[in-house]
Structures are given as C-alpha cells and as structure tokens.
C-alpha cells in the first residue's frame, strides 16, 4: 500500500479575528481621588497645605500662657509625567492587513497607559505612615516581610484596621488591594466559600467586603528586595530580576548587553550595577567593557519598566512598580553576596479610598501623524497626569510586607 501525500494541496484560512491579548485590569479608578482635576485643567502645579498640631497646656490662673508658633507646611502635586506608546503603520500594510492593525494596536497602547498609571499609583506603598510587617504579625523583624498564610491572614485585616485607627482614621470607605496570593489564601482561609465577601461588581478588580474592607485583585502590585554585595563579584557572576540576567566582566573584557565592569572595589562594582539597572551613565557601546556597564536589550529593558534601584552602604535595593510579584535570583561567588530573603517583599496596599490624589489632563488618547516622506503614519498614544500622596494620605495608607519567596 503506498503513503498518500497531499498536503502540498491542503488550503490554509486565517481566523476571523486577531487572538486576545492579556493585559493586567487596572484598579486605580476605584481607589484614588479626583478632586483637584478640575483646578489643574491648565497649569501644572496644586498647592494642598497642612497646618501644625496644636496640644493643649495645663492653664494656672493668673500667670501668662506661653503662645505657640503655628506653622502652615505646603505640599505640592505637580503634573509632570509623560507616557508614550509609539508606532508606526505603513498605509500599504493597513490596506493589505487581514485585520484592522492601527485600531487593534491602538486599543492595546490604551490598555498599556492605563496600566502604567495603575502601577504608579499602587507604588505609593512606600508613602504609607504605617506597616504591617513581621513585627506587627509575628513580633518579628521590623522591616521584614512576612509569611502569608490561613494562620495570620486575618491578622492582616485587624492589624490593619488597628494602624488606621492609631492614625485616627474614620472607618468608612475603607479598601485594600491584594495580590492573587493573597486572595488565594484568604479563599482557602474561608473555605471558599466567596458569599463570606458578600455581594461582588466585578468592576475593577473587586471581589466583594471582608472585614470592613472592600477588596481589589490586581497583580500590579510593587515588589521590592535587597541584594547584598558586601565584596567584589566574580567575574562571570550573575543578577537576575524578572528573567533579564545581569553579568559581571572584568574591566575591559569583551562585553555583551547586559554586562557591568566589576571594577576594582565591591563598591565600585555596585555602583555600575545600579548604573547599569538604571540605565543612568554612559556606557560602552563597542566590544571592550570601558566604561561601567553595557546596556540590555531593548527586549530585556522592557522586562524591566517600572524598576528603580538605589543603594545604601553595602546593599542595593530595588523597587519594582506594576509586576506583582518577581523571581530575583544570582550566582555571585561571594557567599555573602545575596538576595535578603525577608527583604523580598510584595506590597499589598490597605486604605481609606482617595488616599492617593490624580489628576490626569490629558487621559490615554490616540493621535495620528502622517510621515512626511513615507506612505504611512506614526501612531502616538500618549497621557499626562501626575499624583501626590498628601500627608492626609500618609496617615490613611497600610503598607502590608508580605514575602515574596514564599508565593
């Protein structure tokens, strides 16, 4: 019997539509204020100033009071940040494309913006006036993160509520955003029995009330960790975040994107990792390693949006917006020279609604500019805004430290 073969003849046919892409669902229009988007619809700046506490004095008849100074402090929100989406479409390929390529990519550039601003929102963790770390749950490290479980889940809801209260806090439109970790917790905490969060919109995010909180999912959450590099790498060793790898090379050696100068000191070393992190310095652009670092990959660089690092003494730190939760891992030679467990902290944020004030002036929108000297347009979805968390705002946030490396 001989083998047919037909496949040379087989018809191909392409979907009606482009698949579905996954982007995150930002939560921020649930949580923060708007107030003063009507005063900044020109102008850049909004003064919100807040007046010294006044104590009050034991009164002894007949002898004078001493007069205190009161003193009126002003805070600022200034609108100064810009994100751009850009592209470009060639008409040939618009008019040749199966699918509407400008109005699809478009849509998705809105989502991004709009995702951009969630993370940048829910980075304010590090303006809270109070923490729920290892101390506040198992009388622990201050600082530290802790372990999440069944065992103190519920602990995290009234330590919360107790931070809010030592503020002085009203109890009314009180929220928290929490990471799929830790909703998967407190389902199981629950039993799974979701009528516990009573009746739930589906809007972004929210999943119901628990304990006087209304709960947002996102996992737009800030992630933070501590690398300690108290002695000179290695030559060869590596950083990694988030999958993009960090290498050391001797000084002058031959070089590849992602690669920093170890130097001659720990210090020195660290600084062009930071540099390098950043992308904050010149950096070699040819094969030798000259200068402190060589550059990632566009592709790598973008597997990094929404990272800070800084550094203190022998450790650098980073602050990781809109990720939710990252792996950090190395293989520096130096046994020393590690990634602080307890410091690898998602931020689950607990609040009073509006503790975040935004003004968007130009919301996420599109505009279309023909190229000159090509048949084709450079799609530029943009916005402005910016956002202040006020000292009232301080007072009304709960940076919850949960760890990371235990998810």
Known sequence: CMTNSLSASFAAYWSRRMQKTAYREAVYPAIVSMEEQATLKSGQTVHRPYRSTLYPRTYVRGTAVTIRDITDTDETLTVTTAEIVPFYVDDLDALQHNYKVLNEYADDAMTVLGNFIDGDILGEDDQANSVVDDLAINAGTSGNGFTLSTANVLAVFTQSKKKLKKQHITMNNLAAVISPEFEAVLMTFLSNKESALGDSTGMNGNIGKYMGFELYVSDSLTFSADLQLATIPVAGDTVTINGVVATARANNAAAVAGDF????????????????????????????????????????????????????????????????????????????NIWTAAKQVQHNLFFRKGFCDLVIQKRPNVEVKEVPDKLGKNILPWTLYGKKTFLEGRRELVDVAIRADQF
């Not at 990781?320 to 792996?327: N, P, S």
């Open 261 to 336: 100068a170890i130097s001659t000191t720990a210090a020195l070393a660290q600084a062009n990792l930071l540099a390098l992190l950043n992308n904050s310095s010149s950096y070699a652009a040819g094969a030798g390693l000259a200068a402190t670092y060589f550059e990632f990959s566009a592709a790598n660089r973008d597997l990094l949006i929404g990272l800070v690092a800084s550094s203190a003494s022998t450790t650098l730190s980073i602050k990781f917006e809109g990720i939710g939760a990252v792996t950090v891992s190395e293989t520096l030679t130096p046994a020393a």
